[in-house]
């Protein structure tokens, strides 16, 4: 990297401060500074650290720390200086906090080099300013988080991780800001928000052949609308349940509206015609008085759906972790439904998404597990209650 210093003065009230600056051929710089008193020939001690320059909050603490300096000195100089007012010299040492690049002179290589630990604080601050840059550069106005909008235009959560990864390429000047390296796959990665939309689902209602057929329309209607009403307070994919309980009572309301309309030798309230519960007609022989939820083939909520709800919760994706992402993982490894995540283990987990090549973190795997199991007990809760 190639640097060149110069040296200005800038008159403050009745003190004056040194900036020893530093300039270099990229468009933007990591800066921290070194507050040192005396004059520009002081030299920073070698276990301090630089404090960060990046916005105006850390501009104005350097202001405010220059002025409480002066303030001292010239309490300990009172009665010493001149009558017009007292003057300190300070000296305000701006440095790089990035790391040198390959192409340092041979002459740079030589001098010392910094403290392991301040090397490491360094390396640290710029990842966090770096990471502050790229979250404000790609913030999203839709939708609130940092995106990558792909050239068709439908748009890619960063996760954190992908943060992380892009904040060290950039520390390191393997990277570009306005555009995310290409390690990170993003042209090759789904979004479940451009897939997953509010689904209304469609029915055909016959035509009205009877003044009968009407009312049990309407009553219909009204126990589906208290069935709606019932489930709001759940989550959109337990809401099947909840109409589950309501089935029977529809069935029974079904075969006195047509006790009398039968056809000889049709009987309308048997078994045949109408089904004893609502799942017996998708091939399952069920008890009556059996919670669908312990059952295998029960509706369960598709992993599809339950991922992008975890990443619409206010609480549960408030980290942004972009949870949606590991649909095409569990498509791979046959999940389908809840049911299928909540029987396995972090462990297990973490086992099969190595095997399939695909990089999961400890803490992703056993936050998913985890929330998989409470969605589940809250279920087999409700249900029950029914």
Same mark, same amino acid.
Request: charged fraction near 25%; include cysteine; proline fraction near 6%.
């Given at each position: 990297?190639?640097?060149?210093?110069?040296?200005?003065?800038?008159?403050?009230?009745?003190?004056?401060?040194?900036?020893?600056?530093?300039?270099?051929?990229?468009?933007?710089?990591?800066?921290?500074?070194?507050?040192?008193?005396? %004059?520009?020939?002081?030299?920073?001690?070698?276990? !301090?650290?630089?404090? =960060?320059?990046?916005?105006?909050?850390?501009?104005?603490?350097?202001?405010?720390?220059?002025?409480?300096?002066?303030?001292?000195?010239?309490?300990?100089?009172?009665?010493?200086?001149?009558?017009? %007012?007292? =003057?300190?010299? +300070?000296?305000?040492?701006?440095?790089?906090?990035?790391?040198?690049?390959?192409?340092?002179?041979?002459?740079? #290589?030589? #001098? #010392?080099?910094?403290?392991?630990?301040?090397?490491?604080?360094?390396?640290?601050?710029?990842?966090?300013?770096?990471?502050?840059?790229?979250?404000?550069?790609?913030?999203?106005?839709?939708?609130? =988080?940092?995106?990558?909008?792909?050239?068709? %235009?439908?748009?890619?959560?960063?996760?954190?991780?992908?943060?992380?990864?892009?904040?060290?390429?950039? !520390?390191?000047?393997? !990277?570009?800001?306005?555009?995310?390296?290409?390690?990170?796959?993003?042209?090759?990665?789904?979004?479940?928000?451009?897939?997953?939309?509010?689904?209304?689902?469609?029915?055909?209602?016959?035509?009205?052949?009877?003044?009968?057929?009407?009312?049990?329309?309407?009553?219909?209607?009204?126990?589906?609308?208290?069935?709606?009403?019932?489930?709001?307070?759940?989550?959109?994919?337990?809401?099947?349940?909840? *109409?589950?309980?309501? *089935?029977?009572?529809?069935?029974?309301?079904?075969?006195?509206?047509?006790?009398?309309?039968?056809?000889?030798?049709?009987?309308?309230?048997?078994?045949?015609?109408?089904?004893?519960?609502?799942?017996?007609?998708?091939?399952?022989?069920?008890?009556?008085?059996?919670?669908?939820?312990?059952?295998?083939?029960?509706?369960?909520?598709?992993?599809?759906?339950?991922? !992008?709800?975890?990443?619409?919760?206010?609480?549960?994706?408030?980290?942004?972790?972009?949870?949606?992402?590991?649909?095409?993982?569990?498509?791979?490894?046959?999940?389908?439904?809840?049911?299928?995540?909540?029987?396995?283990?972090?462990?297990?987990?973490?086992?099969?998404?190595?095997?399939?090549?695909?990089? *999961?973190?400890? %803490?992703?795997?056993?936050?998913?597990?985890?929330?998989?199991?409470?969605? *589940? #007990?809250?279920? +087999?809760?409700?249900?029950?209650?029914?």
């Amino acid at each position: 990297m190639q640097l060149w210093w110069c040296s200005s003065r800038l008159a403050l009230v009745n003190y004056s401060i040194t900036i020893v600056t530093a300039t270099t051929d990229v468009d933007e710089l990591s800066l921290g500074y070194f507050l040192l008193p005396g %004059g520009a020939s002081a030299k920073v001690p070698s276990k !301090a650290l630089p404090k =960060v320059l990046d916005d105006d909050e850390t501009t104005e603490d350097l202001l405010t720390e220059i002025r409480e300096y002066v303030k001292e000195q010239n309490a300990k100089n009172k009665g010493k200086g001149p009558s017009s %007012g007292y =003057v300190t010299k +300070v000296v305000v040492r701006l440095v790089d906090l990035r790391k040198s690049s390959d192409g340092a002179s041979s002459k740079d #290589k030589k #001098k #010392k080099e910094l403290p392991r630990t301040q090397t490491a604080a360094s390396e640290t601050i710029t990842e966090e300013i770096w990471s502050r840059r790229i979250i404000d550069r790609h913030l999203c106005a839709k939708h609130g =988080v940092a995106d990558y909008i792909k050239p068709d %235009g439908t748009h890619v959560s960063f996760s954190n991780h992908d943060i992380h990864s892009w904040a060290m390429l950039l !520390a390191k000047n393997q !990277a570009q800001l306005d555009r995310p390296p290409e390690s990170l796959k993003l042209l090759d990665r789904r979004d479940p928000r451009n897939s997953v939309k509010n689904e209304e689902i469609k029915t055909e209602t016959p035509s009205q052949t009877s003044s009968s057929t009407q009312n049990l329309t309407e009553s219909t209607a009204a126990a589906a609308a208290a069935a709606a009403a019932a489930a709001s307070t759940v989550p959109p994919w337990a809401s099947a349940f909840m *109409m589950a309980a309501q *089935m029977p009572l529809l069935q029974i309301a079904a075969q006195q509206q047509f006790a009398g309309l039968a056809a000889p030798g049709f009987a309308l309230g048997s078994d045949r015609q109408l089904p004893r519960h609502p799942f017996a007609s998708h091939g399952l022989e069920l008890n009556p008085t059996e919670s669908p939820v312990r059952r295998p083939n029960a509706p369960l909520p598709t992993l599809k759906h339950w991922l !992008a709800d975890l990443d619409a919760d206010p609480i549960r994706g408030v980290d942004n972790e972009n949870y949606g992402q590991w649909v095409e993982l569990f498509e791979e490894l046959g999940f389908i439904r809840l049911d299928d995540l909540a029987t396995t283990g972090p462990a297990q987990l973490l086992e099969m998404a190595k095997d399939a090549g695909v990089r *999961m973190t400890p %803490g992703t795997a056993g936050r998913l597990i985890r929330f998989a199991n409470d969605d *589940m #007990k809250q279920i +087999v809760r409700r249900t029950r209650q029914t």
